[in-house]
């Protein structure tokens, strides 16, 4: 159990001249379920690197449970990491593998000092004659290394949970790949860290898979109430366990919000279009105010925005009349108008042709241009819509997005964005 604190911390590699981490700021809650998302090269794996101590920090503290930890060696920080490629020994059983963290591991001073402590009170409780108790913490205090007994109740305790106690005489090459996996978390979870560090762990399994073990470590962390950070390129990976996201870019956090708020909440064009599958479109044009309306001419089009914008979001975009802006729709969001029906105003409701329609079972992917950009769909597949048909669609004016096109920054969200906080979902989950 512990909370993490980033302050201000950047990480430049020896014999190269650019951070790749850069004046991070952040601070995950004790129990929290933090995920790592971004592209490749963005610096995931460096920032779990850096919690656990595997590599120097540049400059700027780490805090881990409140102690800066900026010095404190990866050995005891009680940190555990898990990585893609979960390396077991192969000649040893899963009994074995699990174990071997407690085998080879000494107890510090303080370790010896807090069982002596404990077996004191418990020689208490068992009413045992001073002798005896002197003799007990005489024997205790001599272990520098967990005993037999009790190296056997832990590998026990967590094949338990991790479903693996069928398995404990296998060797790992008589294993499936998720089962190996759920051996590397049990090795992980056998010394009861304060945080675990997952680096992409799924990566290597199946899709099918990767769905089952994605539902197993969410219950994991559940049961083991312990600060679990964890690294994915996969924001669907990210967006299904995560109680907060960070999505980063290139050394920089571009947000650090629930899955929940990033999807309805992008603070900016990276984040819009890295959050959600497949992903937000996103059309050149200028914003205008026109007797009181607000509309985005892309192409000659108008596209209109809501009429009744609340006050805080017209300060914000008003001053962008006459400016180039990002218009962004989820192909979620785009509504099919059927044939023959009537719509109370032709407004934002345009004539396009499918190049594509992508039939995926329950949903069609539709794949048209649209103001000279290439743009997507998502419908139910109860609409028969195939390549080559001429339909109507409807930019409905709340599903609208707008983006300052320098700053990529977000100026007007989409009017069906809810805020949600991280008390929602735990009072759901209760
Ligand atoms: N040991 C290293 N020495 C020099 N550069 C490194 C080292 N490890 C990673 N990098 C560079 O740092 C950047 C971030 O890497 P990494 O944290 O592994 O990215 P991610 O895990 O997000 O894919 C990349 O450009 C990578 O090439
Ligand atoms: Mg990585």
Redesign the pocket.
């Known amino acids: 159990m512990a909370s993490i604190e980033f302050k201000h911390v950047s990480k430049t ?4 001249k650019a951070p ?2 850069k004046d991070m700021n952040l601070e995950i809650n004790d129990q929290e379920f933090v995920i ?1 998302v ?12 850096l919690i656990a101590g595997l ?1 120097d920090i540049s400059s700027g503290d780490i805090f881990i449970d409140g102690v800066r930890s900026n010095e404190i060696p990866p050995k005891e920080r009680d940190i555990a990491m898990v990585f893609q490629s979960y390396a077991l020994y192969p000649n040893m059983t899963v009994y074995k593998n699990i174990a071997f963290p407690l085998k080879i591991r000494k107890f510090s001073q303080k370790e010896i000092d807090d069982r002596v402590v404990t077996a004191e009170a418990l020689c208490r409780k068992k009413k045992l004659s001073p002798e005896e108790t002197q003799k007990c913490l005489k024997k205790v205090s001599r272990e520098t290394r967990f005993t037999k007994d009790e190296i056997d109740s832990k590998v026990h305790a967590v094949a338990k949970i991790l479903d693996l106690e069928p398995l404990l005489d296998r060797k790992p090459k008589a294993l499936s790949g998720g089962q190996r996996q759920r051996v590397a978390l049990g090795r992980a979870m056998v010394r009861s860290p304060k945080v675990f560090l997952l ?2 762990p799924l990566s290597n399994l199946d899709a099918k898979l990767r769905t089952e073990m994605r539902s197993q470590i969410a219950s994991l962390h559940k049961s083991l109430k312990t600060t679990f950070v964890y ?1 994915t ?1 996969d924001q669907t990976e990210a967006m299904t366990i995560a109680d907060r996201i960070v999505v ?1 870019n290139n ?1 920089n956090i571009e947000q650090f919000d629930t899955p929940r708020n990033l999807y309805d909440f992008p603070s900016n064009i990276f984040v819009a279009g890295f959050i959600g599958s497949p992903e937000m479109n996103f059309l050149n044009g200028q914003f205008h105010i026109e007797n009181g309306k607000y509309y985005i001419l892309l192409d000659e089009k108008k596209i209109y925005l809501p009429g009744d914008i609340d006050n805080k979001q017209k300060e914000i975009i008003q001053p962008f009349d006459g400016r180039d802006v990002v218009l962004g729709i989820r192909p979620e969001a785009i509504s099919i108008i059927a044939e023959n029906t009537a719509t109370a105003s032709e407004d934002n409701v345009f004539t396009i042709h499918v190049e594509l329609s992508e039939f995926l079972g329950a949903e069609v992917y539709l794949y048209f241009e649209f103001a000279g950009t290439h743009c997507m769909a998502r419908i139910p597949s109860i609409h028969r819509i195939y390549t080559g048909d001429d339909i109507r669609i409807s930019l409905v004016p709340s599903n609208i997005y707008v983006f300052d096109s320098k700053t990529t920054n977000t100026i007007l969200y989409s009017e069906n964005s809810v805020k949600h906080s991280l008390e929602d979902r735990s009072e759901k989950l209760e």
């Open positions: 590699y020896p014999g190269s790749v981490i790592f971004g592209p490749s090269g963005c610096g995931k794996s460096t920032t779990l690197r590599e680096d992409e690294v390129h980063i050394g």
